[in-house]
Structure formats: C-alpha cells, structure tokens
C-alpha cells in the first residue's frame, strides 16, 4: 500500500513557477513509477509527467515540455514537478500517481494509488 499525499498548489501569475511535491508513505517507493496528471474544470483528467522507479527516464506530455520538469528524491519518498512559464491552461487541479513497476504509462488507469490532488491556479 501507498499513501500519497500533494502540496506546493496555489494561485500564480501567468510566466511564474510553482513547485509540486508528492509525499508517498511505504518502504518501496524506490520501485514505484510515478506520475503527475491534471484536472481542469470540464475536462477529463490528463497525464502531464511521468519518471521511471529508477528515476532514469522521464516523460512529459507535448504541452508542457520545456516547461514541467518531473524529478525523484527516493531518499525522501518524494516525487516533484517543477512548473516554469505557468500559463492560465495550466489551471487545474494536479494529482500525484503511482504504479508498481519500472514503466511510465499515459493511462491512469496503470496507476494504483492516487493523492487527493491540489490546485493550481494561474491567471492571466
């Protein structure tokens, strides 16, 4: 079992940053792949970043690459996406994932464990 648990949500302006961090509780998160997805109002909920258990291969959907970084502290259980040049279409609420396996899928359906989410806002 794992408990994954968000923070670093909140309002910006457009052209800032924000960092999310994803706190997973167990003693195997070493061997979790890892996942970011969105919410936004409307819409159906998206894959924006994934990184492999290793942390040796990443992987960001076409609208935010160059933009999000998605990166691992295994030492601290803690997943991170780092979200540079926020745009208002980046408004959502951000969910943290997690998979048992090495593989990053664009699915939420392969991912077993989701946090309850946090918001970021960006205006314009």
């Known amino acids: 079992q794992v408990q994954l648990e968000e923070s670093g949500g909140g309002l910006v302006q457009a052209g800032g940053s924000l960092r999310l961090s994803c706190a997973a509780s167990g003693r195997t998160f070493w061997s979790y792949t890892m996942a970011w997805f969105r919410q936004a109002p409307g819409k159906e909920r998206e894959f924006v970043a994934g990184i492999s258990s290793s942390g040796s291969r990443t992987y960001q959907a076409d609208s935010v690459k160059g933009r999000f970084t998605i990166s691992r502290g295994n030492a601290k259980n803690t997943v991170y996406l780092q979200m540079n040049s926020l745009k208002p279409e980046d408004t959502a609420v951000y969910y943290c994932?997690?998979?048992?396996?090495?593989?990053?899928?664009?699915?939420?359906?392969?991912?077993?464990?989701w946090g309850q989410g946090t918001q970021v806002t960006v205006s314009s």
């Open positions: 994932a997690a998979d048992n396996g090495p593989n990053v899928f664009a699915a939420e359906r392969e991912y077993d464990y």
